[in-house]
C-alpha cells in the first residue's frame, strides 16, 4: 500500500510539473498521461520522459525562436521606455509600456491556444487587453494577484493613452515599468 501511494504521488507531481510547463496537448503530457498503473515498467517509463524534460531545460531547449525575438523586441521597447522616463517623458513611457505589456498578453494567450481575436457582426475583431488578462487568469497562466497588477497596469496605460496625464505621476510610470518587466520575465513566452 505504501508503495502504491508513493507511486500516485509521483504521477501526480509528475502531471502537474509536466503540465505547467508544456500544456496538456505536448506530446510528453499526453504520453506521460497515459500511464496507468503502478507497475515497474511504467515506474521507469515515466521516469525516462522526465529524464527527457530535464535534459530540454538543461540544453535550453524550450526556449523558443519566437519567444526570443519576441524577448529581444519587447526589451528594446521597455529600453525606449526607460529613456523616456529619464528624460521626465512619463507620458510616452506610458503608453510604450502598456502596449508592450498588451501584445505580451496576446503572445501569452497564443503560447496557451487561448483565441485573441472575437466575432462581432461577421467580423473579427481583437479581443481588449483586459479581456485576455481575465481569461489567461482564469485558466491558470497566472494567478489573481498577477490579474490584479495588470488590470491596474493597463489602466494606467489607458489614462496616458487618452490624455489624462494628471492622473498619474513619474513614480507610478517607475513602477509601472518594475513591475511589467518582472512580470514579463515570469510570464515568457
Known amino acids: 500500500m505504501g508503495c502504491e501511494r508513493?507511486?500516485?504521488?509521483?504521477?501526480?507531481?509528475?502531471?502537474?510539473?509536466?503540465?505547467?510547463?508544456?500544456?496538456?496537448?505536448?506530446?510528453?503530457?499526453?504520453?506521460?498521461?497515459?500511464?496507468?498503473s503502478p507497475k515497474p515498467h511504467e515506474v521507469e517509463a515515466g521516469k525516462g520522459l522526465l529524464n527527457s524534460i530535464k535534459t530540454e531545460i538543461e540544453k535550453g531547449w524550450l526556449t523558443t525562436v519566437k519567444g526570443l525575438v519576441s524577448a529581444e523586441i519587447f526589451t528594446d521597447f521597455l529600453e525606449t521606455a526607460e529613456y523616456l522616463l529619464e528624460q521626465k517623458y512619463k507620458d510616452p513611457a506610458a503608453v510604450i509600456?502598456?502596449?508592450?505589456?498588451?501584445?505580451?498578453?496576446?503572445?501569452?494567450?497564443?503560447?496557451?491556444?487561448?483565441?485573441?481575436?472575437?466575432?462581432?457582426?461577421?467580423?473579427s475583431i481583437p479581443k481588449r487587453a483586459d479581456t485576455?488578462?481575465?481569461?489567461?487568469?482564469?485558466?491558470?497562466?497566472?494567478n489573481k494577484l498577477d490579474q490584479k497588477n495588470v488590470t491596474?497596469?493597463?489602466?494606467?496605460?489607458?489614462?496616458?493613452?487618452?490624455?489624462?496625464?494628471?492622473?498619474?505621476?513619474?513614480?507610478?510610470?517607475?513602477?509601472?515599468?518594475?513591475?511589467?518587466?518582472?512580470?514579463?520575465?515570469?510570464?515568457?513566452?
Open 152 to 189: 491596474a497596469w493597463l489602466d494606467l496605460r489607458n489614462k496616458a493613452a487618452h490624455g489624462h496625464y494628471s492622473e498619474y505621476g513619474q513614480e507610478q510610470v517607475e513602477n509601472l515599468l518594475r513591475g511589467v518587466t518582472e512580470f514579463m520575465t515570469r510570464n515568457n513566452i
Open 97 to 123: 509600456i502598456g502596449s508592450t505589456l498588451e501584445e505580451h498578453l496576446r503572445q501569452l494567450c497564443r503560447k496557451n491556444n487561448i483565441a485573441v481575436d472575437e466575432q462581432k457582426k461577421l467580423k
Open 132 to 142: 485576455l488578462n481575465n481569461e489567461l487568469a482564469s485558466v491558470g497562466i497566472y
Open 6 to 36: 508513493i507511486v500516485k504521488e509521483f504521477e501526480t507531481a509528475s502531471l502537474s510539473f509536466i503540465l505547467n510547463l508544456y500544456g496538456e496537448n505536448h506530446p510528453y503530457y499526453l504520453r506521460f498521461k497515459a500511464l496507468n
